[in-house]
């Protein structure tokens, strides 16, 4: 079954460069992104794990717990892994999934057949504190992602969570937010006393509380 938005993330068990791993466990109550690759020893690849590594401090920081897969067995992994140390500069430091018997894949609708005939497309799932998908991406093969866009969706949806608001077009931490349409003025003036702009009735700016 296709996973949607609200969905609950399914949970499984399986190989990791980290030793086995029950997804539940591993995550506890942090969000976590949950990302597939292509396959092992690929240029576009091995470029994303290495910048996945470097960005670790930034996931931690956000309480976001990062996991890759590909269907490649655990000797792959391992062995790949020493590349991406000697050519991104980065330690791969967290676990990646050898999913070589395609369970997770196939619970994630990682696999697209007419797309890739034998591999993984890239994937992103980020999974809430209660187990939910909030944010689902598909990459064709050929394009890198930008991980800064992962961590730019986390600062939202957290943010987002705390306090009636959203988030506009290209929005960063510490820009200003616009105050939910079904909020009305005068709720608006309790909840945000710091003040607000109103554009349009609908389109209310503020800085959004830390
Ligand atoms: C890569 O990761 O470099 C890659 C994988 C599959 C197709 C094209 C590029």
Redesign the pocket.
């Known amino acids: 079954m296709t996973l949607r938005l609200g969905d609950k993330a399914p949970d499984f068990t399986q190989e990791s460069t980290e030793g086995q791993i029950n997804f539940g466990q591993w995550k506890g109550d942090s969000w976590a992104v949950l990302f597939s690759?292509?396959?092992d020893f690929?240029?576009?690849?091995t470029t994303e794990l290495g910048m996945v590594a470097k960005l670790k401090p930034e996931f931690d920081k956000r309480n976001v717990k990062v996991i890759g897969l590909s269907i490649d067995p655990l000797e792959s992994h391992v062995r790949w892994v020493g590349d991406i140390a000697e050519t991104q500069g980065t330690a791969l430091n967290f676990p990646l999934l050898a999913d070589a018997d395609r369970k997770v894949a196939l619970l994630y609708d990682m696999l697209h057949p007419a797309a890739e005939a034998t591999s993984t497309v890239r994937s992103v799932f980020i999974i809430d504190p209660k187990g939910v998908v909030r944010l689902i991406l598909t990459y064709p093969?050929?394009t890198g992602r930008n991980f800064d866009e992962i961590l730019r969706v986390i600062d939202s949806l957290q943010l987002t969570d705390s306090q009636k608001v959203a988030t506009p077009v290209n929005w960063k931490h510490g820009e200003e937010v616009v105050i939910l349409p079904s909020v009305p003025n005068e709720e608006a003036d309790k909840l945000f006393p710091q003040g607000y702009r109103q554009i349009k009735p609908y389109l209310r700016m503020t800085k959004a509380k830390e």
């Open positions: 690759h292509p396959a690929t240029p576009v690849c093969a050929a």
